[in-house]
């Protein structure tokens, strides 16, 4: 890992490419940001890389085993996973019993996924997902588009709203819950921590060398204007941010509408939303942001 960087960036776009210069700050692990990094680069910026965020085993192995064994065994008519995260818990727990994702899942029951990360490491897995959002990926988009009944699963993070279960037992579900894992501080306890590789396709490889800031380095560069945009990739983040102090000319942007409704709640201001919650999407998003029309 690299050391934090001294580079300074100017607050607008020059050059070229639409982000020539800016350093815009990524709040998420390096693991996580491969393919952010290597978009913004593309575009011109100059990333650097505050983890806010990290993930952590749950608390209740227990329960989280007899919902697995329960899935395994063909418990449910639908596995509903709502972020990438989750897949990799699943990926885990499929190996502590010796078999592959897309035997831990069987064959008859459907999945929903919401976001496009997700889908692609659910299918990297061998399984097949049969609802994904068109529009907005989140609980209430996948609420708009949902029509299924019967048994459902749905391991999610200790810090999820109810808003999708309680969306799913409405439109007649039966809905087991479930603590896939714990979103804390980053760093997790290292012996707790949870294992996640590079994500399929949206992460993309480790970069081989980036800025890495402490929270103390960053607030004092947004405070003194040398970063222009900060990208925040879910509500936990927004809440990190927040605590960082006044965003000043930094704009803020965010991956999907309920990153900026948290936002928005906290009174930061949002720049721009992204279209898409892809690392294109996201790139296109801070041009806009630093670009207006």
């Known amino acids: 890992m690299t050391q934090p960087s001294s580079d300074s960036g100017s607050a607008t776009p020059h050059g070229s490419m639409p982000l020539g210069g800016v350093r815009v700050l990524v709040t998420r692990s390096p693991e996580r940001s491969g393919a952010l990094v290597e978009a913004l680069k593309g575009a011109g910026a100059l990333p650097v890389l505050l983890?806010?965020?990290?993930?952590?085993?749950?608390?209740?192995?227990?329960?989280?085993?007899?919902?697995?064994?329960?899935?395994?065994?063909?418990?449910?008519?639908?596995?509903?996973?709502?972020?990438?995260?989750?897949?990799?818990?699943?990926?885990?727990?499929?190996?502590?019993?010796?078999?592959?994702?897309?035997?831990?899942?069987?064959?008859?029951?459907?999945?929903?996924?919401?976001?496009?990360?997700?889908?692609?490491?659910?299918e990297a897995g061998g399984l097949d997902v049969a609802l994904t959002p068109a529009g907005e990926q989140s609980a209430a988009g996948l609420l708009a588009v949902w029509s299924g009944r019967g048994r459902?699963?749905?391991?999610?993070?200790?810090?999820?709203?109810?808003?999708?279960?309680?969306g799913l037992e409405a439109a007649g579900a039966d809905v087991t819950s479930v603590t896939a894992y714990r979103t804390v501080d980053y760093p997790a306890a290292a012996e707790r921590r949870l294992a996640v590789r590079a994500e399929v396709a949206d992460a993309g490889p480790?970069?081989?060398?980036?800025?890495?800031?402490?929270?103390?380095?960053?607030?004092?560069?947004?405070?003194?204007g040398r970063i222009a945009a900060v990208i925040a990739a879910s509500p936990s983040a927004v809440r990190r941010i927040a605590?960082?102090?006044?965003?000043?000319?930094?704009?803020?942007?965010?991956?999907?509408?309920s990153t900026a409704d948290q936002a928005?709640?906290?009174?930061?201001?949002?720049?721009?939303?992204?279209?898409?919650?892809t690392p294109d999407g996201l790139v296109a998003a801070v041009a806009k942001a630093l670009n207006p029309p």
């Not at 008519?77 to 995260?85: C, E, I, K, N, R």
């Not at 459902?152 to 309680?166: F, H, K, S, V, Y």
């Not at 930094?250 to 999907?256: D, F, P, Q």
């Open 264 to 277: 928005t709640a906290l009174g930061l201001e949002v720049a721009e939303v992204a279209a898409e919650p």
């Open 51 to 122: 983890p806010l965020i990290d993930f952590e085993r749950a608390p209740d192995q227990h329960a989280l085993d007899v919902a697995c064994d329960a899935l395994a065994a063909g418990a449910f008519d639908w596995l509903v996973v709502s972020s990438a995260t989750t897949v990799h818990v699943l990926r885990e727990k499929a190996a502590e019993r010796g078999l592959r994702l897309d035997h831990l899942v069987p064959a008859a029951t459907r999945i929903a996924a919401i976001g496009p990360a997700t889908h692609r490491l659910l």
């Open 206 to 224: 480790q970069p081989p060398s980036y800025s890495l800031l402490t929270p103390e380095a960053a607030a004092t560069d947004i405070a003194e």
């Open 152 to 166: 459902i699963l749905l391991p999610q993070a200790d810090i999820a709203a109810g808003t999708l279960a309680a």
């Open 243 to 257: 605590a960082l102090g006044p965003l000043a000319g930094c704009r803020l942007v965010a991956i999907g509408r």
